[in-house]
């Protein structure tokens, strides 16, 4: 079975540094993995995805994750927080074989000025 | 490209009445959508699987006689939620699926009063 576990619920960073948000996950084969974004009451979007092709990933808005297959980790970082980064993140995991995807639990990143 | 509307937004309704919530795939067609539910300050939770021109597929411990999914077109697919109750306030979320990627929409925040 794949599961998915982000180990931090709440990250705070101030405006301008680093942020890391930590993902493992587990799956039987070759998973893909994404990370998406939520801001309040909105839908989701996607931030970057790996499918099994370089194991270092470029998303959106600076943002990018590392596939560590030894460490069964995804972590997705930002060299510089800006105030609009403000919002709930979840990685992601493909469920099977077929399109089905399964959440990790979330991560509200909060950015102070 | 790969817009995926839903509608309506937000919605109230009394208890013991039934709610309608729409997902369209606006610009491709999409014969695989999913909806989830999504409690406050939690992660995404898969309802079901709806299939166009077939029966929907239900997450185990979703009962498929109160959501009643119906894809009945490649753009579109509906969750009814029968006899709402308190309890079912959530906010629900579609997907649509093209080229093994799963496209979001927006939500929408059922309230029962």
């Known amino acids: 079975a794949q599961s998915v576990t982000q180990l931090d619920s709440h990250v705070s960073v101030s405006e301008g540094t680093p942020v890391l948000l930590r993902c493992n996950y587990s799956s039987s084969y070759s998973p893909s993995l994404f990370w998406y974004v939520q801001h309040p009451n909105k839908g989701l979007q996607l931030l970057l995805k790996?499918?099994?092709?370089?194991?270092l990933v470029k998303g959106i808005n600076g943002f990018e994750a590392e596939f560590k297959k030894s460490e069964t980790s995804f972590h997705l970082t930002k060299p510089s927080a800006h105030m609009s980064d403000a919002a709930e993140y979840f990685c992601?995991?493909?469920?099977?074989?077929?399109?089905?995807?399964?959440f990790g639990g979330g991560t509200r990143l909060m950015v102070k000025p | 490209g790969a817009v995926v509307s839903q509608h309506p937004s937000w919605v109230i309704c009394k208890s013991g009445t039934s709610v309608k919530i729409e997902c369209r795939s606006l610009?491709?067609?999409?014969?695989?959508m999913f909806w989830y539910r999504q409690f406050p300050k939690q992660s995404l939770m898969l309802m079901a699987t709806?299939?166009?021109?077939?029966?929907?597929?239900?997450e185990q411990g979703v009962e498929k006689d109160k959501f009643l999914i119906n894809h009945a077109s490649l753009t579109l697919s509906t969750l009814t939620v029968t006899s709402a109750h308190p309890e079912d306030s959530s906010f629900y979320i579609c997907s649509a699926v093209l080229s093994y990627e799963q496209y979001f929409g927006p939500g929408t925040r059922l309230t029962v009063t």
């Open positions: 790996y499918t099994s092709a370089a194991t």
């Open positions: 992601v995991v493909t469920r099977g074989a077929g399109n089905m995807l399964t």
């Open positions: 610009d491709f067609q999409a014969t695989t």
């Open positions: 709806s299939n166009e021109g077939s029966k929907a597929t239900y």
